[in-house]
DNA sequence: TCATAATTATGAATATTATTCAAATAATAA
DNA sequence: TTATTATTTGAATAATATTCATAATTATGA
């Protein structure tokens, strides 16, 4: 799927470092922090995004605008044989469903819900999880407050 | 913190969702699909940006193409008192640490966690979390193999 | 090392987009 | 209904995106 046949150099980790931070920055200013011209800037950052190390840019919405105040995680024990996933692609398709992880372990799979609130994740629990077969069993996890949510990686310096 | 007190039309909910979509489109676009006038947009987007709806726009970057190929959950118990959070601030402050969730039962938190490899994790449990003062006990789950994971919100449609 | 090939960057030209703002509409409240 | 406020439009200008030929740089192999 991602073709990583590509040495990323230090200009590249500098273009990832600011779309990480503002994906939304555009070309020009880019070029004038980095020094070069925005032509060079947009061809490597096509390139990256072809070779699938920019995999999308996207916005972070306040779940508490849309309602959406209720966090938790659930372990799944599923009967999946190893590697197959089938109730992990099930779990997947669910749209409340952020993440789906197969973890070690007997557990099976960890996933992360966003719900509007504790019914909502009942709702979910009954009406989503509980018409996918192969689930035996479910541990969930209420988160109570989130101190820290983001999805930057730490990008290497120098070398 | 954020300023909720707004209420968002269907016209918001779209822009939401393209944004949501890729968070690169540019204004001229979401005024075509939306066949409005791009000064219009613009005034929608920077009122979302400002009502803190919008949190931020970040480009999510391959794992793989910066070697961070290991992902775990760490529950990390606390003596922390409720309410205050002390470890997980500085829980927060790790750079490997994407996520901080304080959590329901006793436990205490439960944190998301990326790193080149095993070393890497045993790294930072010994160097990072190790000088961390109020940290009981934690229990480490490995990844195998993450089937989804974004953070798309499930935005309202008509009503 | 040198020459050639391949890659990447530049700079200028053009196409598009962003942004501003006054006027017009629409929505809301009194 | 009328006044008030909020939103949209449309036009004008500033800025950015994109293309592409040329130049510079880097990599490669004899």
Redesign the interface.
Known sequence: M?K?E?T?DQIDYQI?RI??????TNNADIARELGMAPSAILERVKKLEQ????????????????D?KM?S?IFIKAQDIIGV?KV??L??EI???????????D?G??IKV?TNDAAGLVDLMRNSLGKIEGIISTRT????????????????TKK
Do not use: C, S
Not at 19 to 24: G, I, P, S
Not at 51 to 66: E, T
């Open positions: 991602a990583l590509y990323l990832l779309m990480q931070d503002n994906a939304r070779k699938d190390i920019i995999l999308q840019y996207n916005a972070k919405i306040n779940p508490d605008a849309l959406q966090l995680f996933q992990g692609l779990l997947a749209p409340e469903v952020q993440e789906v992880h197969d973890i070690a372990g557990d799979y960890l966003r996890t209420i988160v109570l407050e989130t101190v820290k949510e983001e999805q930057k990686l730490v990008i290497p």
